[in-house]
Every structure is written in C-alpha cells, then in structure tokens.
C-alpha cells in the first residue's frame, strides 16, 4: 500500500551533497522503451559512519527511448559523473545479458562497471533500502527530479512504474 514502504515523511532534503562523502555510485534500470518503463539511473553516496543521514540521492537521469538512446544517456552520465564513480548495470540471465555487459565495459572503458543479477522480486530487494528511509537516514538533494522520485517510492509495490526504486535498490 501507499507509503508502507517508503512514506512521503520519511526524506531528509538537502540543498548539496555533503562533504563527507566516503564512496558513491550511479545504478541503472533499464526500461529501454518509449511507450513503457522509462530508463533510470540513480545517483547515491555513502556518507561515514555515524553521521545521520548517512545516505544521499543527489541525481536522477530518465530517459524513455530505445536502446541506443539509453546507450547515449548512460555514456553521458558516465562523463559527468566521472570515472571515480562505479556504474552498476542490471544484468539478465543468459548471452544476451554477458554481451550486453561486455558492450556497456568496452564502452566505459576506463569506468568500474558492475553487472549485478537480481536473485529475489523487487520488494524483497527494496528491502534494506526501505528500512533505511524508514529510519530517517535517507536524503535527497533539491531537484527538479525529487518530486517525481518521492511519488514513485511512496507508490511503490502498487503503482504504475518501480524504475527509480529499483535503480535505488541496487544501487
């Protein structure tokens, strides 16, 4: 239901990323149409230990396209991003998956990119991450892309779309 997983009171808001930033990471979801689920990547850092919100989103790129355009979007999030930041990829089963991931590595030649398979359905993945936001240790800085990421989260197992989430998840 509404908000059970992630309520709409539960974020944090900050108007920069904090300067104690230890380790950060942009994760994607692929939707790869233009009539369907958007592409999402997601932008998180960890922020040490002990500081409350330990937890940041400071950028969400969205684009409904087909491939070659989610090609394009991730290429140019990577360069504005730069290459200290790792790039997580969802990886299908099967050939199809591997090359998908070859491509995305010789194409990000010079970035960390990590394939990850999804083992368990979207709400138990949201899991950890929905306990995170429940205990307040989430933030997100201002954007244009915030309210439409808040929407989605406090919808989410139940609305229309999960891309954001599941990018967050993984991320």
């Known amino acids: 239901g509404e908000g059970k997983l992630f309520n709409k009171a539960w974020w944090h808001y900050l108007d920069a990323v904090p300067d104690d930033v230890e380790a950060s990471v942009r994760s994607w979801d692929f939707g790869a ?68 991931m070859q491509r995305y590595k010789r194409d990000l030649a010079g970035w960390t990119v990590i394939g990850r398979r999804p083992t368990v359905d979207k709400v138990k993945r949201a899991g950890p991450f929905s306990s995170q936001v429940g205990a307040l240790n989430f933030a997100l800085v201002r954007g244009v892309w915030v309210p439409a990421y808040v929407a989605q989260h406090h919808a989410f197992p139940d609305g229309p779309h999960d891309d954001k989430v599941d990018a967050s998840s993984d991320a």
Not at 67 to 80: C, I, W, Y
């Open 33 to 100: 149409t233009t009539d369907g689920d958007p592409s999402e990547g997601v932008l998180m850092h960890r922020r040490r230990a002990k500081v409350i919100p330990r937890w940041v989103v400071s950028d969400v790129q969205t684009v409904a396209g087909p491939p070659h355009e989610v090609d394009a979007l991730v290429k140019r999030t990577a360069l504005m991003d730069g290459k200290g930041i790792p790039i997580v990829i969802p990886q299908d089963p099967g050939q199809a998956g591997i090359e998908q």
